[in-house]
Nanobody, 119 residues
């Protein structure tokens, strides 16, 4: 069982930055693929970024590529999503997720942290 706790959300002006953190419980954090998803009001949840367990390879949604950066610190059981050049359309509830090869749908999810970007 893995528990995920997100933090770092808030309100920021367009063009600003935020760093989201996701702290995970458990001793096998380094074996999990970690990721961030977001869901805006009235929209479906969408993939934002992911980072692999073995080599730390990152993947990003086209909508945030070049503006967001995902990293992980296995010693701290934490992943970080650095979000720069934020836009109003980035406003959403951001969720941390983890899986160990089962796919996101069968993985673990946090409760989410709200990010609001004002224009």
């Amino acid at each position: 069982q893995v528990q995920l706790v997100e933090s770092g959300g808030g309100v920021v002006q367009a063009g600003g930055s935020l760093r989201l953190s996701c702290a995970a419980s458990g001793r096998t954090f380094s074996t999990y693929t970690m990721g961030w998803f977001r869901q805006a009001p009235g929209k479906e949840r969408e993939f934002v970024a992911g980072i692999g367990s073995t080599f730390g390879i990152t993947t990003y949604a086209n909508s945030i590529k070049g503006r967001f950066a995902l990293s992980r610190d296995n010693a701290k059981n934490t992943v970080y999503l650095q979000m720069n050049s934020l836009k109003p359309e980035d406003t959403a509830n951001y969720y941390c997720a983890a899986h160990s090869g089962t796919g996101w749908g069968s993985g673990y999810w946090g409760q989410g942290t709200q990010v609001t970007v004002s224009s």
